[in-house]
């Protein structure tokens, strides 16, 4: 089992949420908030996650808190602003830290020393491309939209 699928996050409600869930399936992890001007993103990541699970698709939704203190609310707050304003559907861990010392062993893999797509989190709604097999195959900027041309051919390609 890939280093990705091994681990055990902790999902909004408090629930393990292991990551081997999604072995075989492709996974678009992102940094996510509910106070930044790139929140909008959820809708297209919403309907991304709509589009594409019948293929074996998934969204994973990281709220962190290290960006101007973006996502400021409880698991709770978050998870009711996701349903109501976005109908968020697709799984949401707890918040996590993606740079620093503290950086969470999952950002460690997908962005950490030696990873495909090394460096910091540069800001909420980065995106992380992993495939089936748990391997880092793209990372994507805050600025690029979920529904832009480059995520939706990369996620195709990844699903062929």
Request: aromatic content about 10%; overall charge negative; charged content about 20%.
């Amino acid at each position: 089992m890939s280093a990705f699928h091994e681990l055990i996050l902790d999902a909004l409600d408090g629930k393990p949420l292991p990551l081997e869930t999604f072995k075989g399936k492709v996974v678009l992890v992102v940094n996510v908030a509910s106070k930044c001007g790139l929140t909008p993103q959820y809708a297209a990541l919403e309907n991304l996650y709509q589009q594409f699970k019948g293929q074996g698709f998934s969204v994973l939704g990281v709220p962190c808190n290290q960006f101007a203190g973006q996502e400021p609310g409880t698991e709770q707050q978050i998870q009711a602003f996701c349903s109501l304003n976005y109908g968020v559907s697709f799984p949401l861990s707890s918040k996590l830290e993606v740079n620093g010392p503290d950086r969470h062993q999952l950002y460690r893999l997908l962005a950490g020393e030696g990873a495909e797509f090394e460096g910091e989190i540069t800001w909420n709604f980065e995106k992380f491309l992993v495939g089936k097999d748990g391997r880092v195959l793209a990372r994507f900027s805050p600025r690029t939209a979920p529904d832009d041309a480059t995520v939706i051919q990369a996620i195709e390609k990844s699903l062929a």
